[in-house]
C-alpha cells in the first residue's frame, strides 16, 4: 500500500489483542501503526483532526448499543476511507444488517482461526465485504425457514419509501427530540435541555415511536439511522 495503514483496535482480551496485533504486523503490513483504544467514543475523540489515510478499525464487542451504531457512523464521516470489522460471537440478523447499512465491512466471529482473519482483513483492504460463515449460516436460516419470510420480503421492499413517509409527519418539535434521543439523552437530559416538562418529552416520545411503528427506543434509533433520519 502506498501509504501507511493506521490500524485502532478496541479488544478488551490483552492475549486476544496482542495476537490480533501480531498477525497485522507479521502478515498484513509490518510498517502498520497500530494504537489501542478502550472504546469508540476515546477514538472519535482522538480523531478530532481528519486525515484521509488508510485507516482499520477492529472492533471486539459481546452486545451492541444504540452508542455503539451512532459512534460507528460518526467514524465513518470521519474519514470516508475508514474500514471496520467488528468480531463478536452475540449477534442477531437485524444488527448485522444495520452494521452493513451504516458502512461496515466485516462481521466475524472470535472463534475464527488465524489464516481465515488474514483473507478477511485483505479483502476489507480491498474495498470488499466479509462475513464469517456461522453468521451467513444464520442469515440463510432465517430466511427459509421463517414462516414469515413473504411478509418480511414485502416489508423491507417498502422500507425506505415508508420510514420518510413517517418521518415527514413528525412535528420539528419531534424530530428535534428524535434527535436527543439518538445521541442518547434521557427524558430528564432532555427536558432540561428543552426546557419542557417530563411529561411533554415523555409524550413527544410515545407519538414518535407511533408514527415511526416501532415498540421501544432502540427500534426507533436504528430505523433513524437505518433511514437518515438523524444526521451527526
Known amino acids: 500500500m502506498n501509504e501507511k495503514l493506521q490500524v485502532y483496535t478496541i479488544i478488551n482480551n490483552p492475549i486476544f489483542s496482542e495476537g490480533i496485533e501480531n498477525l497485522m504486523l ?78 461496515v465491512m466485516g462481521v466475524i466471529n472470535n472463534n475464527i482461526l488465524s489464516d481465515q482473519f488474514i483473507d478477511f482483513v485483505e479483502k476489507i483492504l480491498k474495498g470488499n465485504k466479509v462475513l464469517s460463515n456461522e453468521y451467513w449460516n444464520l442469515i440463510v436460516e432465517y430466511f427459509f425457514h421463517s414462516v414469515e419470510n413473504t411478509d418480511l420480503v414485502k416489508e423491507k421492499t417498502n422500507d425506505i419509501e415508508n420510514d420518510v413517509l413517517l418521518y415527514s409527519d413528525l412535528t420539528n418539535r419531534e ?51 437505518k433511514s437518515n433520519l438523524y444526521a451527526l
Open 175 to 225: 424530530k428535534e427530540i428524535l434527535g436527543y434521543i439518538c445521541d442518547g439523552k434521557s427524558t430528564r437530559e432532555i427536558s432540561e435541555d428543552l426546557f419542557l416538562s417530563l411529561h411533554t418529552v415523555e409524550t413527544h416520545r410515545r407519538k414518535i415511536l407511533t408514527k415511526l411503528g416501532v415498540k421501544n427506543t432502540a427500534s426507533m434509533v436504528k430505523v433513524a439511522i
Open 26 to 103: 507479521t502478515k498484513i503490513s509490518s510498517d502498520a501503526k497500530i494504537v489501542r483504544k478502550e472504546n469508540l467514543q476515546e477514538l472519535i475523540n482522538a480523531k478530532s483532526d481528519v486525515r484521509n489515510q488508510p485507516e482499520l478499525l477492529i472492533y471486539d464487542v459481546v452486545k451492541f448499543s444504540n452508542k455503539d451504531f451512532n459512534h460507528l457512523l460518526h467514524l465513518m464521516t470521519l474519514n470516508a476511507d475508514f474500514k471496520i470489522l467488528i468480531i463478536t460471537s452475540n449477534i442477531n440478523i437485524s444488527d448485522v444488517k444495520l452494521l452493513f447499512e451504516i458502512g
